[in-house]
């Protein structure tokens, strides 16, 4: 086996009995190297099943293999491994690298996921890409090998300060940005280029030293892996924190339906046409809510000023009306999103509301900037019913806007 030197921070990788590991770094950190060439000696001691996870993989056999193979040759091992589309076994001892995403082209793999026996190490990585902290604890929950030491890794480009990863493992340990260390049962391992300048490009360095003057801020969160307060490629930037305006006479409520994984949102609207202002209010923002509860809830806060409901539930909505909401569903069409984005960016708008002040921080669009990410969107989405019908719909008979 030929060696393979890594930088003394990862060498809790190799010792630590910690079972999370929380593996953070920039561009150029080599942190995905490292693990992957620590999984691979992980197969040489038995009774060693790792479960490799991205949020979406849709062919490991196309991705992430070919890099281990790349590792293993390196490591002039790669005669002593079977390899499969979806998985790697070591010959000598049986321990195996099984791949798979946790989203792919037949749904959610995470009830699949949870119940690959034998498990004893956890790996998700690009695990910024998870939003839902539920599928990470379902697949954790099922490393309890009795055989082998069972750990987590999570391997991660940081992204804002809002994600789960962030709440969990940093804000609420009371952990710095770029510790490195052990904290009760989690090792921090945070690296940068720097770490890994001997393996880099000339070409690559120059780019990242132009940066750092060019572009101070990106520098900051691409390079050296510092958190963000705000996503990159926010869908609204002409906003700020205020009171809400309840003077003024253009004024309704929008309602945006969720249940046991999304929130019930109301929010309250109003516009003044006039200076291009709007201001919004956020007055509830819960999981796990019937009918009832948000009967009882809207009725507490809105009374019966009218409300633009999500027009996906008519059951719910004409139960909420035969309740005595005054009540009516937006108009969603082909394009309807992006129009009500495209409306609302012409207005400075006014936040009263802490999840409202989270979703504008972290609304983004897509990677191909045609789109918004669906996420982060149920006070948005909310905001943006009552908008619309404010500024482009006519009332409907037998609806009213209380003034």
């Not at 996870?53 to 790349?70: D, H, K, V």
């Not at 002593?80 to 793999?109: C, H, L, M, P, W």
């Not at 937006?330 to 009263?352: H, P, R």
Request: contains cysteine; glycine residues 8%; proline residues 2%.
């Amino acid at each position: 086996m030929n060696k393979i030197e890594l930088h003394d921070k990862y060498q809790p990788l190799f010792n630590s009995k910690s079972r999370y590991f929380v593996i953070t770094g920039g561009r150029g950190s080599g942190k995905s190297f490292a693990v992957t060439i620590f999984l691979a000696l992980l197969t040489y001691a038995e009774n060693n099943r790792t479960l490799f996870t991205r949020y979406t993989m849709s062919s490991a056999g196309m991705s992430i293999i070919p890099e281990f193979l790349e590792k293993l040759g390196l490591m002039g091992v790669e005669s002593n491994f079977e390899i499969t589309k979806v998985d790697i076994k070591n010959r000598s001892t049986d321990s195996s690298i099984y791949f798979s995403g946790i989203k792919t082209a037949s749904g959610d793999q995470t009830a699949k996921l949870k119940s690959i026996s034998g498990v004893n190490t956890f790996v998700l990585d690009e695990a910024e890409e998870l939003l839902d902290e539920e599928n990470f604890d379902k697949i954790d929950f099922s490393i309890r090998s009795k055989e082998a030491d069972n750990r987590c890794l999570l391997v991660l480009n940081p992204t804002t300060k809002e994600h789960w990863i962030y709440q969990r493992f940093f804000q609420n340990r009371g952990i710095p940005d770029g510790f490195n260390g052990t904290v009760g049962d989690v090792t921090y391992i945070h690296t940068t280029y720097l770490d890994n300048i001997e393996n880099l490009s000339h070409s690559f360095v120059s780019q990242i030293e132009e940066m750092k003057v060019r572009r101070p801020d990106k520098y900051k969160h691409q390079i050296m892996g510092g958190w963000l307060q705000k996503a990159e490629g926010v869908v609204f930037t002409d906003w700020q924190i205020g009171k809400f305006n309840k003077d003024m006479p253009l004024r309704c409520w929008g309602l945006d339906v969720g249940f046991s994984r999304d929130e019930t949102v109301l929010t309250e609207v109003a516009v003044d046409k006039q200076r291009k202002i709007i201001w919004v209010k956020e007055h509830f923002y819960k999981k796990g809510l019937v009918t009832s509860n948000i009967h009882d809830l809207c009725l507490r806060h809105a009374g019966k000023e009218l409300i633009v409901m999500d027009n996906s539930e008519p059951r719910l909505l004409s139960e909420l009306n035969t309740r005595g909401l005054n009540i009516t569903p937006c108009v969603k069409k082909k394009g309807s999103i992006i129009a009500g984005i495209s409306l609302m960016q012409d207005y400075n708008i006014n936040l009263e509301g802490e999840n409202l002040v989270k979703e504008f921080n972290n609304y983004v669009w897509d990677l191909k900037g045609v789109k918004p990410r669906d996420t982060y969107n149920h006070g948005v989405d909310s905001m943006r019913y009552a908008i619309e019908y404010l500024l482009v719909r006519t009332n409907p008979k037998g609806m009213y806007v209380i003034r």
